[in-house]
């Protein structure tokens, strides 16, 4: 607590900011040095919402898991179900159909637009701006009730399994995302006529939070933020996965790696978003969703129930000790998500269930960068600058 | 005489290459899966090599993007393999110029839990590294600030080991609201 | 209500006299302008969002005035998963309530633990918080949370003492 305080010349005063406040969306907690307005030191601290999903890995076989990955980043569950899934699918060196391939990019995308809406939502609220909130949740409801028909739950989805998805599209989905997608372009207008050239918005986040390329990288910052410093990194272009390098789009960057570099990154990423899912939808393979193979996947309802051998395959993938078994080995396997680089290493121990799974979460690194970008500011950055990373909570201390 | 040809033409990978010449004596296994090179490196050349690796400029692998450890106690393969360490910390790496991954890992014995720390090649490092503490023990040597940072200042054990149950000890109904810092 | 219209056909305060008891009055205004305090922490505050926007409105049912600071409210919700390390947090809030106060627990996580049945979460916030009102669901709709502030509203209408005020009795 001492120390690095040569320029304090009054008194200094200690301030809590959270774990309880309405600007850390959940349970996160700030420990502020403050000489008058500026801050001198900031301490980050984690854990209030620590779940232990890992040590849940170690109990919980392949499929089951797809569940918990869900909880750990509600802003955009599809995401961690794709990472996941993926992750066991590259350990068991398989690969799915074209088709489910397609959906899940789909999904992954509209996920994609449904957490940068939350965040434009709640960043915006935090500066004061409340009608973005209402705007971003007027378009992310309409996501959530495609989500709803097409998985079944609005924020829970679970939606992939090893070998492939849940179910197919449902009929009518196409028009619905179709809909949508034609319509957001300009409902995200309204957002940047009320934020973009807004003075008080960006009398506060212009400048505000900034990072260099270099620092970032050594913090290992990831996905927008690391992209707002002008690396144009992205895993979708750089190792594409799941079929992304049959779908052209931008990597948008920034210049400044500040808070308001961090907003126009989102926001075009969202733009772009948009144009993969037309792509999706218009080079949308036909097929089965599901791998045929009765090992991995489960077998047609009809034929579970109709045939004693689609029983005894549907009973041999749900019992404790068979289903899902991957070779003795470890993979790390990192996908784009919306926050970042979301990575999961499973080591493998020839079970039905991992011998471990470490989640290598984006909010973690980008709060641990907070003080960084903090120090030396004002105090009432640290609300601009929190917002502008969008650290999850759940993702955080999982 | 094709099949020869075959192996031959598989190059082998360059951060493989540069540290046979430069690190040999660290190396303790190396191996190559699904397009990531995996090495096991002695504990005590542990630093030099991730600094080798980092500063290297044909490498550069400038992103730590993991750290981590697997508690190999009822892995039976793993322990027999490296001398029965039964820690094995997990770096993960990645080179923006190369683009490519590498993965490093390092056994730890558990009568000696030190091991360097990496934070003054990584600042990210330094939040992976007390996770590391906090969930299985590994103390880093040299880091600014080892405490633990998922779990309460005051709590017992580390989690992750596999000899800690899931449901805990008793942690979740036992409580003593006046004692914890709030 | 129990209101009770008196002086029925007698002259000019023809209806126009009702009586009641403070109680009811008082119960009354409570139970119609419910302050919340969210102590939201996982997926359920995110629902708890969708619930205060656009779409779902709480404010319809006389609960928006949305208080972050618990001397201040009068309702607290908590939704979502409580660790070891969130607890005394959570204890410490309800604590700077003022009386009377109610608790809804939103969520499989805040009442039962949920899914995660592991080392650091609290099994039900009921063990250390006394709480009215449980809404079962992980996340439950934003309806059923809506449905759940009814719930309270009625146990305010009914004249019963919050489950904190009774464990003081009891
Ligand atoms: S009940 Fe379900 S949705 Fe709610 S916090 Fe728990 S896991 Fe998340």
Redesign the pocket.
């Known amino acids: 607590m001492q120390g690095g305080l040569e320029r304090a010349t009054g008194e200094k005063m200690v301030l809590n900011f959270g774990p309880q406040h309405p600007a850390t969306h959940g349970t996160l907690r700030i420990v502020l040095e403050l000489d008058g307005e500026s801050v001198l030191k900031a301490t980050p601290h984690a854990g209030y919402l620590h779940t232990g999903f890992e040590k849940l890995g170690e109990h919980l076989d392949y499929n089951q898991y797809i569940v918990v990955t869900d909880?750990m980043n509600?802003l955009s569950p599809l995401s961690n179900n794709f990472g996941y899934v993926l992750a066991v699918e590259q350990l068991l060196g398989i690969e799915v159909t074209k088709r489910c391939q397609y959906i899940r990019i789909l999904m992954a995308e509209l996920s994609r637009l449904a957490d940068h809406l939350l965040w434009l939502g709640t960043a915006a609220l935090d500066l004061g701006a409340f009608s973005v909130f209402l705007y971003s949740f007027r378009e992310r409801e309409k996501l959530y009730s495609i989500f709803e028909k097409t998985t079944g739950a609005r924020?829970?989805t679970s939606y992939t399994r090893v070998g492939g998805v849940f179910r197919d599209l449902y009929d009518g989905c196409e028009e619905d995302v179709r809909q949508f997608v034609t319509n957001f372009p300009k409902a995200l207008k309204e957002t940047h006529t009320l934020l973009t050239k807004n003075r008080i918005w960006m009398d506060r986040t212009k400048g505000v939070g900034a990072i260099s390329a270099d620092d970032a990288i050594s913090y290992g910052l990831t996905g927008p933020c690391l992209r707002a410093t002008g690396v144009a990194h992205d895993i979708r272009k750089a190792e594409p996965y799941s079929s992304y390098d049959e779908v052209t789009f931008d990597v948008p960057v920034g210049t400044n790696g500040d808070a308001y570099d961090r907003y126009l990154v989102r926001m075009e990423e969202m733009i772009q978003s948009c144009g993969i899912v037309t792509q999706v939808l218009d080079n949308m393979p036909d097929g089965s969703v599901n791998l045929e193979d009765n090992k991995i996947t489960m077998p047609d309802k009809s034929d579970a129930y109709g045939h004693i051998e689609g029983l005894i395959h549907h009973f041999k993938i749900v019992m404790d000790g068979h289903g899902v078994q991957p070779p003795i080995g470890e993979h790390y396997c990192a996908t784009e998500s919306p926050n970042g680089e979301l990575g999961f290493y499973i080591v493998s121990d020839g079970s039905g269930t991992a011998y471990r799974i470490r989640i290598r979460p984006p909010s973690f690194l980008h709060f641990q960068a907070l003080p960084h970008m903090l120090e030396g500011g004002m105090v009432s950055d640290t609300v601009a600058v929190l917002g502008s990373l969008n650290v999850i909570a759940g993702e955080l201390d999982r | 005489m094709s099949e020869e040809n075959q192996v031959e033409e598989q190059p082998k990978p360059l951060i493989l290459q540069k540290l046979e010449a430069n690190h040999a004596d660290a190396l303790l296994a190396h191996d190559e899966t699904r397009g990531t090179v995996v090495v096991v490196v002695r504990k005590e050349q542990a630093y030099a090599v991730l600094e080798y690796l980092k500063t290297d400029p044909e490498l550069a692998y400038t992103f730590l993007v993991d750290v981590t450890a697997v508690d190999n106690s009822q892995m039976e393969s793993e322990l027999m393999q490296f001398d029965y360490a039964r820690f094995m910390v997990v770096y993960q790496l990645y080179s923006y110029q190369g683009q490519c991954r590498a993965r490093v890992k390092v056994p730890v014995h558990e009568s000696d839990l030190n091991i360097p720390s990496v934070t003054s090649l990584w600042q990210g490092a330094n939040w992976l590294e007390r996770e590391t503490y906090d969930m299985f023990g590994i103390n880093f040597e040299g880091h600014p600030d080892l405490r633990r940072i998922l779990m309460p200042d005051d709590f017992e054990g580390h989690p992750l080991r596999k000899d800690y149950p899931l449901r805990g000890r008793g942690e979740r109904e036992r409580f003593n609201f006046d004692k914890q810092n709030v | 209500m129990g209101l009770d219209f008196v002086g029925q056909g007698a002259g000019e305060t023809d209806g126009n006299i009702i009586t009641t008891t403070i109680d009811k009055v008082v119960n009354w205004g409570r139970k119609n302008s419910l302050w919340p305090m969210p102590f939201g922490t996982?997926?359920?505050a995110i629902e708890m969002m969708a619930t205060l926007a656009s779409k779902f409105d709480l404010s319809r049912f006389g609960s928006e005035a949305i208080r972050f600071s618990p001397r201040q409210s009068d309702l607290l919700i908590v939704?979502?998963?409580i660790s070891i390390k969130m607890m005394p947090v959570l204890k410490r809030i309800y604590d700077q309530m003022p009386d009377p106060k109610w608790v809804i627990s939103m969520?499989?996580?805040a009442s039962c633990g949920?899914?995660f049945d592991t080392y650091t979460l609290i099994q039900g916030v009921d063990q250390f918080i006394p709480v009215d009102v449980y809404i079962p669901g992980?996340?439950p709709r934003p309806e059923d949370l809506i449905d759940g502030v009814l719930q309270v509203q009625q146990k305010i209408a009914s004249g019963a003492s919050p489950k904190g005020v009774e464990a003081v009795y009891e």
């Open positions: 909880r509600y924020l829970t | 996982a997926c359920c939704s979502g998963r969520g499989a996580c949920g899914v992980c996340p």
